[in-house]
């Protein structure tokens, strides 16, 4: 490469990081356990270390909290709960409630939606347009945080450029992942995080170096199906995030719709972003150079993403 090229490489890496856990959602979990009518013990659990009180709950006017435990008489838990600090160092908090009569609830707290309204039971009163508004935004965030999910998407197109096919390509990418970010939110397929997240870098590199030549191969001939294939593996990647976020048993359908969906909104908005760049530097001399680079430094962040993935497993 030119030093120009290697310059850029450089600077594209350095903007990058390089993370081996690229695309995880930074998550709490408060935990609440009603012992008694109006009587709650609750604690951050999942592995929060809430160092330094990041994040604070914010009860309903009725309720005392005492060191952990929360006593709201006998009207129970109803109200709003909050979180302070929510979208700060944590995207979101998920609140579990544990009731007096067995059942659990799940909210999802985000910056955008920083309470729950509790009714006292295990009775879910949240509306399907707050539910759909919290799992919409969540799958912005996990997109757009997801640097190895966005360099595919990126590598992709490169690899195609800005033509018709470009169209059945994420067409494809985004059914895949469909199908098995539902199968696997639903439990119906599993595999360990480890073997995923390597197959989700490998896959990065295989595209980004099919991406630096013009060689008529099968990626060059059917982008949408290489694109299908890598991204079933895209979408349990997908899936394991969801699973830390959790997902509202009576709300099931609507939350994985919505969270698709931003995970869609989020794609696109990289892919318009990436639209508006490429015109702005049209008639850059450079610009071949530069998507050399580019490439380049994102096949090696792979790699290195690839070989330490492995070494975990």
């Known amino acids: 490469m030119s030093r120009l090229v290697a310059a850029l490489a450089w600077v594209w890496l350095a903007l990058l990081g390089a993370p081996a856990s690229a695309h995880e959602i930074s ?31 914010v009860w309903p006017a009725p309720c005392r909290e005492e060191a952990q435990r929360l006593s709201c008489g006998p009207q129970g838990l109803v109200g709003p709960v909050a979180v302070d600090g929510v979208g700060k160092r944590y995207s979101a908090v998920l609140l579990r409630v544990h009731w007096l ?18 009714f006292g039971s295990a009775e879910d009163g949240r509306g399907g347009g707050e539910i759909a508004g919290a799992y919409f935004v969540l799958g912005i965030e996990h997109i757009l945080a997801g640097i190895d999910h966005l360099l595919f998407v990126l590598a992709l197109l490169a690899l195609v450029g800005f033509r018709r096919g470009l169209i059945g390509t994420v067409t494809a990418f985004t059914l895949a992942h469909s199908i098995t970010l539902v199968l696997g939110a639903l439990g119906l397929l599993t595999l360990r995080p480890p073997p995923v997240e390597a197959t989700i870098a490998l896959s990065i590199v295989l595209v980004a170096r099919e991406a630096l030549h013009e060689q008529p191969t099968l990626s060059r001939r059917w982008p949408a199906l290489v694109a299908f294939l890598f991204g079933l593996v895209h979408g349990l990647g997908f899936a394991g995030a969801l699973e830390q976020i959790g997902l509202p048993q009576n709300h099931l359908p609507l939350a994985l719709l919505t969270f698709n969906l931003g995970v869609e909104a989020g794609q696109l908005l990289v892919l318009l972003l990436a639209w508006g760049l490429v015109t702005l530097l049209r008639r850059w001399p450079a610009r071949r150079q530069a998507r050399t680079a580019m490439l380049y430094a994102t096949g090696s962040l792979a790699v290195y993403w690839t070989l330490s993935r492995i070494a975990a497993l």
């Open 101 to 118: 009569d067995g059942q659990s609830t799940v909210h999802t707290l985000t910056a955008s939606q920083p309470q729950a309204r509790l």
């Open 27 to 57: 998550m709490a979990e408060l935990q609440l356990r009603e012992t008694a009518r109006g009587e709650f013990i609750w604690q951050w659990t999942s592995g929060l270390y809430n160092q330094g009180g990041e994040v604070r709950p």
